[in-house]
């Protein structure tokens, strides 16, 4: 029996999708030409299967979200990450917040960050260059967004450059988007 989870957790749960995922077996000529590349380059899951139903869509999206997380240059990796958590805590995207914890602690080799943000959000203990991409991108993340002058200042403050900035911007609003998607096909599972 599975069971909705509702708690942030660093343990990647199961997207239960609402719509129907493709077969891939039976995809169509244009939905598997849209799937030859993955999101992050990684098994193809329920939720790609049921963005291919749309292949031009998800042919876009692929090659829009890869750009974006992970192009070389600008802003690390882990900093990128941290944008895409900050936003899916900010929408209680409970499946992004995790893969994408569980991809920050990767990189970083520690599970800290992410457990003092997913215990007291904006009010983490974090050092001040982490503290401030998480402000930034939690503000960015409200709805309406609510950064400032000031937000950009702090950035620059801790050693963000122009790219790095943008970078953070673009990796923390791809999530807003994507968190409404993942909300909307569908609820992450445990299935203990």
């Excluded at 069971?3 to 660093?10: C, L, N, P, W």
């Excluded at 929408?91 to 520690?110: E, L, M, P, S, T």
């Excluded at 001040?128 to 503000?139: H, N, V, W, Y």
């Amino acid at each position: 029996m599975s069971r909705v989870i509702h708690k942030f957790t660093t343990r990647v749960p199961t997207w239960r999708p609402h719509i129907t995922p493709i077969d891939f077996d039976n995809a169509t000529p244009a939905q598997r030409e849209a799937l030859k590349e993955t999101p992050s380059n990684t098994k193809i899951s329920d939720y790609v299967l049921v963005l291919a139903h749309d292949p031009e869509s998800l042919r876009i999206r692929t090659s829009l979200f890869n750009g974006i997380m992970y192009d070389k240059g600008g802003l690390s990796r882990d900093e990128r990450e941290l944008g895409a958590v900050a936003a899916s805590v900010v929408n209680r995207c409970i499946y992004c917040a995790a893969v994408h914890a569980q991809r920050y602690n990767q990189i970083v080799g520690d599970e800290k960050v992410m457990q003092d943000i997913f215990l007291r959000g904006k009010e983490a203990d974090l050092a001040p260059r982490i503290r401030a991409i998480l402000k930034f991108a939690m503000r960015l993340s409200e709805c309406p967004p609510n950064v400032a002058q000031s937000d950009i200042q702090s950035l620059r403050e801790v050693g963000l450059d122009d790219q790095e900035i943008l970078d953070l911007t673009l990796s923390t609003t791809l999530f807003g988007w994507a968190n409404r998607l993942m909300h909307t096909l569908g609820e992450p599972v445990s299935n203990t």
